[in-house]
């Protein structure tokens, strides 16, 4: 273990390295492709170790050692935590590229164009055609992405719902500590300030992810759980779904279901009638739907839900009796949506 | 930029820069496509691509020409902007050829030391740029995820263009449905089929490929479409495309001219190197071109259209005639594997040979009892005979004939094992009648000749038979010379006259050096006495291999004698070889 936590410690030196000094200068391919070899050992580290608590405290407590050296010695220095650790390769790569004293020759290694051969260089696997590898790779999406294909949420929304999914099953596989699993959906969230709609998609996408043990049912009632507790969250999200999706999303998860339906409901009550437009209207600021949108939500979700539909029913009709029970439009949100939806 | 007068260069002749015009067209075309991203923005781009490919290779010489970045900012004042454009192009960034020449051209504008302000900014900036390529992610929610997941950049993207794939290959697999009620759903084959055109090469699409070219025909609307079959055909001639079996027989299916050039390179490969009947056999099957064929009718159809029009152009060629027979025992084998499962008749494979002649000339002779082998050529003989007396009787002029003929003559060549029994009967047949079996032989080697030039064929074929039987009764001891002499003369080719079918000849001459009587040694003297005169030892050697082949492959022959004598013929030729 003392040999693990040097290497780690030896690796976030060289990555600050990497990133700022001129001694980058000097590195040859030989270097080069030890530097990489040096932090897929530390990925290695993390996917080995992450899930025991006790040994991530220790190396938690070493990074957190070599950053406070390393913050001391280099102004401005970039700290790299433990969760850093599987992304090391990547950290490297962008901290090589945004130091000037990276010679163009490792620069050019790294672009080669030729179809990178993955031969061993010595001891370490080569490096050559990196970016290149990278740009292709991003390259190929972009040209296929316009093409229409089966997916309501897109290729990219999946595969992030896939990946939320999996860190959120590991994080709660590890015992009780739920905070942790609270911070990472938080920290998620966070990042993607101005990008609420993607989130949003990112997030139906991980409830769709297909249920195929325990875990992830766990995963999914965690998420729903954390979901419901973010009201405006959950309310931007319905404005935001197609009908369908949302279908999809109640015939899976019943508690949506009913959360997506007081949203409905409560839309609904804060709907007033417009006469120049001729139709109800949300007046409220926030994320809210049209009139014909929030028939059309209601209707996927009895679609998902047959018994919903004779609940909702009786609501609607209690709450429309309250008004006055009249059948003239306009009058009673509750009577136009009754009628809206056919009941 | 101020202009700096090169200092003492009045004499210094400039060389013809790339055309302004072309420069302003390839940075209009380059906004614009940014601009855009409308399929029309597609269509154009990859219309251009080759042409780009080009452009791009023209500035990366003159780039690489200048002296200085400096120079080349002077000379190329839009260079900068253009390649900015082109690399923020993913139709430009995804194939490596373009990616290659976009990056060197950056690579020949950085310095390694700049010598002023103007190159220190050249270098940031390229640096910039390929750390952005590189590294930047334009989605906010994916940066922040690959963040707290702990997912690395590079397996993201490989993961959501995996994602990407697998959607689009469920929407290939799908089978033609009505949708919307207007146009049925082949139309987004096209449109997948068309936006694979950029990216045939990259291994990452390989899978998506093979689906579209696999995916069955099931309605009228075109299903791929043609700048995409030609891309691949391209491509894969280029050998920068690894296609899996079936999708390579897909494509032929789909592609005449990705078939034809198949057919074309097999050809070249065969024709130009001396093959031993067994590589030969183990090229032709490894070309893949039979097993296509036995699933497909039209593939084995055109395939035969070719090796038509080649041997209508060369008919002596044996090399191709060989090739031609081959072709068609490994087709035959490929079909009789598939038998179970198809149920077309075997007229549909050959439409236009006779079909009187059809089943007898395909059926194999170890399929048929030995003793049955005599009627059954003298049979083939009388009819090809009878069919050639048609045609000369008619008017000369008549191309019904003509063409039936050549068809009858066409199956022979397939079916050339008759042709190879032809001649071991006719020289073990002792005694009795050989003119049919000679006559069948005079046909093979010279099917278009007339009945007179025929008969006196037929004159010749006699005498060098008869030379050959004499060399080899053992009668003579030493070798009559002048018989030698006699068979030499008429083989080899003269000033003024062509000469006598040496293949014929050969085949003659290696069939009674196996069945002779004499012993393997005698054999091989007199064998190799004729070769020396008429100097057809390569030929000789091919036709030993074929007659050994085909002995050992189905043939009843085990007599010991037949074997020692050819591995004493083989010694004999080798030893010759080595001279």
Known sequence: MEAVLKNLASTVEMLAVAAQSDAVNHWDKQTLSRAFHWARYCEHVFSRFHN???????????????????????????????????????????????????????MKILFDTTRPVKTMHGDYEDVTGLCSHIVQCKSVYKVLSPLADMSALGADAEVQGE??????????NQGSETCRAEQFLGSVLQGCEGALQQFCLVIAAALLTSKSCTAQTAAHDFLLDWLQKKHSLLQYMCSLLSPTLLKDLAKEHQKLRDASCNVLKKWASEMEYSLSDGEWVLTSTGPGVSFKKLTELFLALFDASPSLRGDVEKELNALKISDGDFDVTGLSVWGDLLSALNM | MSEQQPLSQPLQTEEPLLNDQEMQFWLDKAVAWGQADSPDTQKDTCLHMSRLRDFLHQLLTQVNSMSSTTETMKRLPFLGQLLGQLCWNPYVTVCDTSRGLLLGCLWGLYSERPSNAVEKKANQWIRKVLCQLSTEEDETAAQALMKCTGVPAKEYHLK???????????????????FNSQRCSCDRIVDISEACIPIVTC?????????????????????LSEDFLNALTSAYSRQGLALEEQALVSLWYHS????????????????????????????????????ACAQHCSIFLVVNDIFRSILKQAEGNESVKTLVQTFTKCFLRELALLKPQTSISVKAFFPQSPSSLLVPLLTMPSEMPQGAWRNHLNWLSSSLQRLTEEEEEGDGRSTRGHHNVFEAWFLLVQCAHWVQVAVQLLVTSGTEDGDPFLWLLIFYHYPTKRWHHRASQLARAKEAWNHIRTLFSGAAHPLPSDRLQSLGTLVSPQPEQQSFAPSLTVSLLVNVAVFCQLPPSGSAEVLQAVVDQSGLLDEAACVLS?????????????????????????????QMHSE
């Open chain 2, 256 to 291: 005449f001219s990705s078939l034809e050039e198949a057919v074309l390179s097999l050809l070249q490969s065969v024709i130009t190197t001396g093959l031993t009947p067994q590589k030969l056999e183990q090229q032709v099957a490894q070309s893949l071109l039979p097993k």
């Open chain 2, 546 to 574: 074929s007659l050994e082949l085909r002995l050992n492959e189905g043939c009843c022959l085990s007599r010991d004698t037949v074997h020692l004598r050819i591995k004493e013929l083989q010694k004999t030729i080798t």
């Open chain 2, 203 to 223: 291994p990452e699409a390989s899978s998506l490929i093979s689906l579209l070219l696999q995916r069955p025909v099931a309605c009228v609307t075109e299903g």
């Open chain 2, 160 to 178: 959501v263009l995996r994602k990407k794939v697998a959607l689009l290959q469920e929407n290939v697999g799908q089978s033609c449905t009505l």
């Open chain 1, 163 to 172: 990946m939320l999914m999996e860190r959120l099953e590991a994080l709660l």
């Open chain 1, 52 to 106: 025991n608590a006790a040994i991530r405290r220790i190396m938690e407590k070493q990074l957190q050692l070599t950053n406070q050296t390393l913050r001391d010695t280099i102004p401005g220095y970039t700290e790299v935590s433990f969760s850093d650790l599987p992304r090391c390769q990547h950290l490297l790569l962008v901290r090589l590229l945004n130091n000037p004293e990276l010679p163009s020759s490792l």
